[in-house]
């Protein structure tokens, strides 16, 4: 039973780590209506900031802090020097676009940084594994990621949702020719949308570098997970890129922690043993084929709220 | 609303001063020189077959499609050439044509986004005075823009361009689309705002409700103003009405 | 002809540009120490990157085989892009020298007397942790690695040798996975006296990470292979200490050769360690000066060089190795681990030597006998 | 008495907390030009909708031509005779006009499975969809692409393809918006041609139009049908005056 | 219809012959590789052009069109570990087992729209490569070496290198010319009317999924086809070929080159792979360059090189 609900716990702290990235493209993505995929490059960037200004200040809180600077800066000059002329454009154009950044991004940090990736570790304070129930011990620093995801989901939400704000950005998304025509100045909302968009995609990057890596190309397998999880939850819904995120957190964690000895029981043994780790690798794209097939428009589709 | 403050300002010179503007679309060019006037507190009407160009004015007006010469003056500025959102900001609401409501915002999203004052009118629009002009909408507060039937999408634009508070009101199409209840409703709206000081630019095919509350008309014909003069002019010579609308 | 052109495929792109950035270092520097000349004969090496793409390293194969007509094509990281250029050297009558990748087919039924490895087997290297551990009386283990080839390769390398019980085996999604959270908890669960994994580059970094914050490093001894070397262990740190792996060379084997080896390219390189990747594209630069002076420069006498490359006529880093019948070395593996050397920093360090001439088992079913 | 062409009973569609179409029930004589007025938001576009299978019902049957269409896909019933024109341009941006109105025959020239000849160079289709064009007033321009053509010139071209696909019954929602004060005037007699050939159903603001072309009316509101009956009893009827028609210059003075 | 002369005209025939001429260029200089090289980029631009077929005629944007190649390579390469040599049994199971893949996840994506069919195209494609790398039998993971190509009894000899590269480019240009009547047949019109509008075209009678399903199908055998062709060439095939970054430099390729016109794929393909090439001779950090000139081209270039040679002409 105990397993059940660390493995319950592991899943659900997987989803939300999967939402920290999620949740900026969410904002680019969801609701700007952007196809970013140099969303990846910036989480990238927002882990090899982190690493280098935690390595020159020697905290890890200046550091993260910096970084979190730098990648909205980043994300604000990219957006005004290219990605502003792409808004109103195909969604393929989008994708061509932001292709080519990633290669440019990659190809950039190993030129800056080297092929090797960089370390960042974890000041010591956040090192301890914490006794959650007696006998589940848990990372404090995954303990912190939980804070941090849950922040930043009620955050959004709140900006997107609840003020003018969130209003005019859903409504740019839709038709920028009438919201300028309202008197708002769209272009700089974008910019200053994008470069949060950017900045949270750092937050990810910098989060998850101590327990992931920071290296050339980190951005791009998650990234597809980002945006299964948010098609799952159907685009522009901020509670469904959260629902979604924790779900397949806790579906990939809980079907490959039981999957495997539930085939051994159906299955011959050499029959499972090829079989398991096939269907646990599958199991996101499955989940979300019959998700998609069964709801075609995500679980939470966003006019519907 | 300020309406003796507005009527007031700068009542020597127009409001809106459009002088022999040229647009294209692409390659092929809609306006040749055209040009019209609205002083303060006056409500103007454009009219003209479809295709003549009437939306194309406007849209050049607000920077959407802008002219590649003459000149557009608001309220004292040049403003061709300004992106839309500073012409806007200066005080135009716009109606346009085919509502272009937001889909993806709820009804009450689509007031709120809207809303602003920037002009400082003492008796601002809010959204329980929309409410009261369009009870229709204040039944839908919460929908999503897409699922109103098409006239809600009408009340709709009108009560979001509103909620800007311009100077200048312009209406694409005013009625297209609303029951006659409504429609009536609509032009003693628009004689009421008048009545206030409002200035107000107007497209609509009723040329009898135009003649009736309108100052002026401009008659739109390949895109040139053909036409201007006040409505016992227009009423006084019904060959132009039947020479360039077919009546 | 009057130079020795050598084509060298690898990564040089992508993240596991460091690995292929090591060799290439590794093999400048030994043609450094040839003097850049193989018996008097100038030395032409065109570097080309195969984007870790089975498809892209084929083509690259074939570029450097009918466009360059080179002599000898060295490297390959990846068993994949091994497998897919492998035909094309071999058809063109091309030696080509692996100098990492290491499939099985390639030990067995693909063999080739144009094929040779200065690396190992897949199998071999998790096969002596295996014997490790029994030397260390563990009596049961949890296995961990990532679920694709060489990860099938390396459990079953370990589970051919290990005595105790295999409590548990578990494989990761590749290489997209991000998190080992339920595979580290189901280990501590099983009661497992020891875990042993394989993840190479940056999930071995990710691996430990987890590892060590979620308290598993304190609580179940891990054994590895392939997941803790000079190129992860920067990122990896202090994480990495007293983490033992096996490997067919270290940097501290007590050679000449190794010594000058390792001192040149720190000395060329500043700020690099060399790595294993780097040793065997060391040798395999040597395997061919061997062969080529053995012929006195006559590259057209390809079995005269073939039998010569098969004696391993050369100083190894590694020590003397000697070839088994599918020109895959047969030779020791040690026991090596992490510890702080003189001047504070992470290093590697040769602990015992866990087996001697260990010869893959796939060689009888090479038809070259 | 004949047998009506189309017969809705007791349709219902809901959407969320309101009723669109509530308990719905109404007939459609062959032959006729009928005419659904009432206030925005009424159910009317709803109506149409369910009629030709864009929205379902969630409950009622619809009959057309003797046969229940109720759960009939729009393109099935299209191939039946039924087609629409939508109050909301809905036509293909980026082909040309002829190439809208062509495709609208050839949905109902056999199947489209045919994978080589030139389609563009098929003589009837072209010709079928030029003499739409044509009875529009859109001859002219044929070969504009849409995302060019005026809002007035769209409104006339949405009714060209519904033309072309030779329907039984003509369902038209609102065809003169938009247009001008001319155009208007050309698709009242247009309308008053197609109806000697086509049934039609006509839902529309501009009450002239309505009663100048009408045989018969009926008004929703709230989705109900609170009257239904020839105009010159719908013009008096003091229930419609207060929900729609207004003051009774509205209908007379109107123009 | 006449084939305007314009720039983009002018560059697709200029394409076509130099394509068509390469051998002699090869024979006559003696680089064998460019014609190596030139073969892959046949076989790529073919399966550019059949995603073309659905993503630019069809607005259906697959991201799974990698797997198809894929499809196509392993049913060549299991049927040649299995003994049967034959391209006149290897062939058409490749084409048969495409269109059937295509006709199984297109009849259940075709459900959804837009970017969701975008991600559902994703996750079939994925799945076929995590079921390839399951294939222990076959390879899994490290790949299949085809160790005979295709035999057709004696008709033509696929290790002669000029005679396989005659055979892609006339699979390339038969694969153009099907697509270029597809798209002006009623058929065609049918699936580029769904794309615009699909709510107008159910309205006036249309099945449109029927439609779009059996344009997908095409596409999906067509790209097939380019799978077996990749497998000959390359003698071998592997999961790799199926992940999703394939998939995705397919759709660069498709976009780069122009979508909606039959001859971008060729061109983007021909670009995209050149540019690879080239760049990785001369520099290891081609991502500088290569992802700025991506920026710029859809930046400057709406509708990809075509686009752009298109509106030069017209001035
Ligand atoms: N986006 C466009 N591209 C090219 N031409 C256009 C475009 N929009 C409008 N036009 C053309 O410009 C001319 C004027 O159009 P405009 O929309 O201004 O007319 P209008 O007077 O508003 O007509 P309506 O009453 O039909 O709305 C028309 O001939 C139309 O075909
Ligand atoms: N998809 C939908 N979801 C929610 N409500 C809807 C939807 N479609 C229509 N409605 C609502 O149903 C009611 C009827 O709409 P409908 O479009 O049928 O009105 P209408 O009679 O055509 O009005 P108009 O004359 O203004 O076009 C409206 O109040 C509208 O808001
Ligand atoms: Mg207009
Ligand atoms: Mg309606």
């Not at chain 2, 061709?80 to 009804?107: H, M, W």
């Not at chain 4, 509530?22 to 062959?30: A, F, G, K």
């Not at chain 5, 494609?125 to 490290?142: E, F, I, T």
């Not at chain 5, 021909?270 to 690879?276: D, F, G, I, R, W």
Request: charged share 15%; with cysteine.
């Amino acid at each position: 039973m105990y397993l059940v609900v660390e493995q319950l716990l592991n899943g659900l702290q997987f989803g939300l780590l999967l939402f920290l990235l999620a949740a900026g493209l969410t904002l680019v993505f969801g609701i700007m209506d952007f196809v970013n995929l140099a969303h990846g490059s910036l989480y990238m960037m927002g882990a090899y900031f982190a690493a280098t200004f935690v390595a020159w200040t020697g905290s890890f809180v200046l550091g993260a802090l910096l970084a979190l600077g730098a990648t909205l800066l980043l994300g604000i000059v990219l957006e005004y020097v290219a990605l502003r002329h792409l808004y109103g454009r195909d969604h393929l154009d989008q994708v061509l676009a932001t292709f080519g950044l990633i290669l440019f991004f990659n190809d950039a940090v190993r030129l800056i940084w080297g092929p090797a990736g960089l370390a960042l570790p974890l000041p010591a304070w956040l090192t301890v594994p914490v006794q959650i129930i007696p006998g589940v011990y848990y990372p404090a620093y995954r303990l912190m990621i939980i804070v941090v995801a849950l922040a930043v989901a009620a955050m959004l939400y709140l900006v997107v949702m609840r003020t003018r704000v969130g209003m005019l950005i859903r409504a740019g998304a839709s038709n920028r020719e009438m919201i300028g025509a309202l008197g708002i100045n769209i272009k700089l909302l974008f910019t200053l949308v994008f470069g949060l968009g950017a900045a949270l995609a750092g937050l990810a990057g910098l989060m998850q570098a101590p327990i992931l890596t920071v290296q050339i190309g980190m951005g791009e397998n998650i990234l597809i997970l980002a945006f299964v999880i948010i098609v799952i939850g159907g685009i522009g819904s901020i509670r469904g890129a959260f629902m979604a995120a924790v779900f397949v957190g806790i579906i990939d964690t809980m079907g490959r922690a039981f999957l495997p000895d539930l085939l051994r029981k159906v299955l011959s043994g050499a029959a499972a043993s090829t079989a398991a780790p096939a269907l646990s690798s599958m199991l996101i794209y499955l989940l979300m084929a019959i998700i998609l097939v069964l709801r075609p428009e995500g679980l939470f589709p966003a006019a519907k709220r | 609303m300020a309406d003796t403050k507005m009527a007031d300002t700068k009542s020597a010179e127009p409001l809106l001063e459009v002088d022999a503007i040229e647009t294209c679309y692409g390659l092929s060019q809609v306006l040749f020189g055209l040009s019209l006037k609205i002083k303060a507190g006056e409500m103007v009407a454009l009219m003209g077959r479809n295709g003549m160009g009437k939306t194309t004015t406007i849209r050049s007006i607000m920077g959407l499609t802008p002219a590649r010469s003459g000149a557009i003056r608001f309220a004292g500025e040049a403003v061709r050439g300004l992106p839309s959102y500073k012409i806007a900001k200066l005080g135009i609401g716009l109606v346009p044509e085919g509502r272009q409501i937001f889909p993806n915002l709820t009804v009450r999203e689509n007031l709120v986004a809207a809303s602003g004052n920037r002009l400082g009118a003492s008796d601002p629009w809010t959204i329980d005075k929309i409410h009261a002009l369009f009870p229709r909408l204040a039944e839908r507060t919460s929908n999503m823009g897409v699922t109103l039937s098409g006239g809600e999408q009408q009340m709709l634009a009108i009560g979001r361009a509103l909620m800007t508070n311009p100077k200048l009101l312009i209406l694409d199409e005013a009625t297209e689309g609303l029951a006659p209840l409504i429609r009536d409703e609509i032009w003693s709206c628009l004689s009421m705002l008048k009545g206030r000081g409002q200035s107000v630019l107007v497209i609509d095919k009723n040329v009898g409700n135009l003649t009736r509350i309108a100052d002026r008309h401009y008659i739109i014909e390949r895109g040139r103003t053909v036409w201007g003069g006040t409505s016992e002019q227009l009423i006084a010579e019904p060959e132009l009405q039947h020479k360039y609308l077919g009546i | 002809a009057d130079s020795v052109k050598i084509g060298f495929v690898s990564t040089f792109s992508g993240p596991t540009a460091v690995i292929g950035n090591d060799m290439r270092n590794s093999f400048e520097l030994a043609l450094d120490h040839l003097g850049r000349k193989i018996d008097g004969k100038p030395v032409e090496v065109i570097y080309e990157d195969d984007q870790q793409k089975p498809d892209v390293g084929k083509q690259k194969t074939e570029k450097l085989v009918q466009s360059d007509k080179v002599d000898f094509i060295v490297g390959y990281i990846w068993s994949n892009v091994l497998l897919a250029s492998l035909k094309t050297a071999v058809d063109s009558k091309t030696f080509l020298i692996s100098a990492n990748a290491g499939p099985s087919q390639l030990a067995g039924e693909l063999c080739s007397p144009y094929v040779f490895s200065t690396s190992w087997q897949n199998d071999q290297t998790p096969a002596a942790m295996g014997l490790y551990m029994n030397q260390k009386g563990v009596k049961s283990v949890f296995l961990i690695g990532p679920n694709y080839a060489a990860g099938k390769d390396m459990l079953a390398g370990v589970k051919s040798t290990f005595k105790g019980e295999v409590v548990g085996e578990e494989y990761t999604v590749w290489p997209s996975q991000l998190d080992f959270s339920a595979e580290l908890t189901k280990a501590r669960n099983s009661k497992a006296e020891s875990i042993f994994v394989f993840y190479p580059g940056a999930a071995g970094v990710q691996f430990l990470n987890q590892y060590a914050q979620a308290g598993i490093k304190v609580q179940i001894p891990l054994y590895t292979a392939f997941t803790v070397d000079e190129l992860s262990l920067p990122l990896q740190k202090d994480n990495a200490i007293g983490i033992p792996g096996a490997q067919e060379w270290v940097n501290d084997l007590p050679n000449a050769e190794n010594k000058k080896f390792v001192e040149d390219y720190r000395k060329k390189y500043p700020g690099l360690r060399p790595t294993y990747y780097g040793a065997q594209a060391y040798d395999a630069a040597q395997l061919i000066n061997s062969a080529v002076v053995a012929v006195k420069g006559d590259l057209t006498k390809k079995d005269a060089m073939k039998a010569e490359m098969e004696k391993a006529n050369f100083k190894s880093l590694r020590g003397p190795f000697k070839y088994g019948n599918n020109h895959i070395p047969i030779q020791n593996f040690y026991l090596q681990d992490v510890v702080k050397d003189a001047d504070g920093q992470l290093s590697l360090k040769t602990v015992a030597t866990i087996v001697k001439d260990d010869q893959d088992k796939f060689h009888d079913k090479c038809s070259m006998k | 008495m004949v047998d009506p062409l189309l017969r809705v009973d007791n349709l219902v569609r809901r959407f969320g907390g309101i009723t669109a179409t509530d308990n719905l029930s109404m007939e459609v004589l062959p032959g006729e030009l009928h005419a659904i007025i009432g206030p925005n938001g009424a159910g009317k576009t709803t109506l149409i909708s369910q009629l030709t299978g864009q929205v379902m019902p969630n409950s009622g049957t619809i009959r057309f031509a003797g046969r229940d269409v109720t759960s009939l896909p729009s393109y099935k019933r299209s191939r039946l005779g039924l087609a629409r024109s939508f109050q909301i341009t809905s036509l293909l941006k980026d082909f040309s006009a002829i190439d809208n109105v062509a495709l609208a025959a050839q949905a109902h020239d056999g199947h489209s499975f045919r994978f080589w000849g030139n389609a563009r160079k098929e003589r009837h289709l072209r010709a079928t969809a030029r003499a739409a064009l044509e009875r529009v007033g859109l001859g002219q321009r044929a070969d504009i692409v849409v995302s060019q053509l005026s809002h007035g010139a769209q409104r006339e071209l949405e009714l060209a393809v519904a033309l072309a696909t030779k329907p039984q019954l003509l369902l038209l929602d609102e065809p003169m918006a938009g247009l001008g004060v001319t155009e208007s005037a050309r698709m009242v007699a247009l309308l008053k041609e197609l109806r000697k050939e086509v049934t039609i159903v006509l839902v529309e603001h501009d009450m002239e139009a309505v009663f100048a072309l009408a045989d018969r009316i009926t008004v929703l509101v709230y989705g109900r049908v609170i009257a239904c009956d020839v105009p010159d009893a719908i013009r008096k009827d003091e229930e419609v005056k207060r929900a729609y028609l207004g003051d009774q210059h509205a209908v007379t003075r109107h123009g | 219809m006449m084939p305007k002369l314009n720039a983009s005209n002018a560059v697709a025939a200029l394409l076509c012959v130099a394509l068509v001429l390469l051998p002699v260029y090869s024979a006559v200089t003696g680089n064998i590789f460019i014609l190596t090289l030139f073969t892959r980029i046949a076989i790529y631009a073919l399966a550019a052009a059949s995603l073309n077929l659905i993503m630019g005629y069809g607005g259906m944007m697959s991201f799974g069109h990698a797997a198809y190649l894929g499809i196509g390579g392993y049913a060549v390469g299991i049927l040649a570990a299995e003994g049967i040599g034959s391209g006149f049994i290897q062939w058409p199971v490749a084409l048969a087992v495409s269109a059937l893949f295509a006709l199984l996840i297109g009849a259940l994506s075709l459900r959804t729209r837009g970017v969701y069919f975008i991600m559902i195209t994703l996750a079939f494609a994925q799945m076929a490569y995590y079921v390839a790398s399951a294939l222990s039998r076959y390879g899994g993971d490290d790949g299949l070496t085809v160790y005979k190509r295709s035999d057709f009894a004696g008709l033509i000899n696929l290790s002669d290198r000029n005679q396989f590269y005659y055979l892609c480019l006339a699979c390339l240009f038969g694969g153009l010319y099907l697509i270029w009547r597809i798209v002006n047949s009623r058929f065609g019109l049918v699936v580029q009317g769904v794309r615009s509008n699909e709510q107008r075209m159910q309205a006036i009678g249309f099945h449109a999924n029927r439609y779009r399903l059996v344009c997908f199908v095409i596409s999906g055998t067509i790209c097939g086809l380019a799978g077996a062709l990749l497998a000959n060439n390359t003698d071998f095939v592997s999961p790799a070929v199926m992940y999703w970054t394939r998939s995705g430099d397919l759709m660069v390729m498709v976009i780069l080159g122009g979508m909606g016109s039959l001859f971008g794929p060729v061109v983007g393909a021909t670009v995209y792979l050149l540019l690879e090439e080239l760049l990785s001779q001369f520099t290891e950090y081609s991502g500088l360059i290569l992802g700025p000139v991506l920026l710029l081209i859809v930046l400057f270039a709406r509708g990809g090189i075509m686009g752009l040679l298109g509106r030069m002409s017209r001035g």
